[in-house]
């Protein structure tokens, strides 16, 4: 009488995806960190396009980014650097229009100007290298009068680290200090509006701010 041999001795599944369950989605998925982080990243925002940042709990954006651990591997398909410029922004997804969720790739010693953010939701994680956030105060809507920006905050994020920043937080300005690495970091904008409205970027000296409109 012949016993049935098991399954896993019948089948190579060396060079097969492993899969396994998901125990947010309870789907079998693949081995695909980078994707389940997406994918949890839209299960959370929800499939319809309804927009309102208030119904947003960033800290749990932030723990479905803090729980993926980075390996290069996983993402470098959307690291394109551009040399000619300070930063380069990949699109990654548009979760279902209620978000942008971007891989930055920071030039060796490159920063952002500082900048507002369109009174949405910013969720900022290490990919690799480190990045110094400086937060600045926020000048009272229309005080026109002329001052430096006030520095109310300045922190070196590693990689796996989460940040958040949003308007009433104040505004900031991400730097890679590394003079030779490049750096990368997600970013997960919600709703998006500084894609469809733009924002402001402002003056260190004087907290003159200038609106910068969408890019197509
Ligand atoms: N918010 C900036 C990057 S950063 O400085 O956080 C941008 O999307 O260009
Ligand atoms: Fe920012």
């Given amino acids: 009488m012949s016993v049935a041999a098991p399954l896993s001795s019948m089948v190579n599944t060396a060079n097969q995806p492993h899969l396994h369950c998901c125990a947010t989605c309870k789907s079998a998925v693949s081995d695909d960190p980078f994707g389940h982080l997406v994918r ?6 929800g499939p319809s396009s ?3 940042s208030a119904h947003v709990d960033p800290d749990q954006i932030k723990a479905i980014m803090a729980r993926y651990t980075s390996n290069p591997k996983h993402w470098e398909r959307y690291a ?7 930063y380069t922004r ?3 997804d548009n979760v279902n229009g209620k978000a942008n969720l971007i ?7 490159k920063g952002s100007l500082i900048h507002d953010h369109a009174d949405a939701h910013c969720i900022m994680k290490i990919l690799k290298g480190n990045l110094t956030e400086t937060i600045y105060h926020k000048p009272e809507s229309g005080d026109t009068s002329v001052h430096p920006l ?3 905050k300045e922190t070196v994020y590693h990689p796996d680290e989460v ?13 890679n200090p590394d003079p030779v690495e490049p750096a990368m970091s997600l970013h997960l904008y919600t709703p998006p509006n500084a894609a469809e409205f733009g924002f402001h970027v402002y003056d260190e000296r ?11």
């Fill in 40 to 45: 949890d990243i839209r299960q959370y925002l």
């Fill in 50 to 52: 309804g927009i309102d």
């Fill in 80 to 86: 394109r650097a551009d040399k000619s410029r300070g």
């Fill in 90 to 92: 990949n699109i990654v």
């Fill in 103 to 109: 891989l930055i790739v920071w030039n060796p010693g």
């Fill in 150 to 152: 006030e520095v109310k």
């Fill in 163 to 175: 940040t958040y920043i949003s308007d009433q937080i104040g505004l900031h300005r991400v730097f």
């Fill in 206 to 216: 004087t907290s003159k701010s200038s609106f910068v409109p969408p890019q197509y």
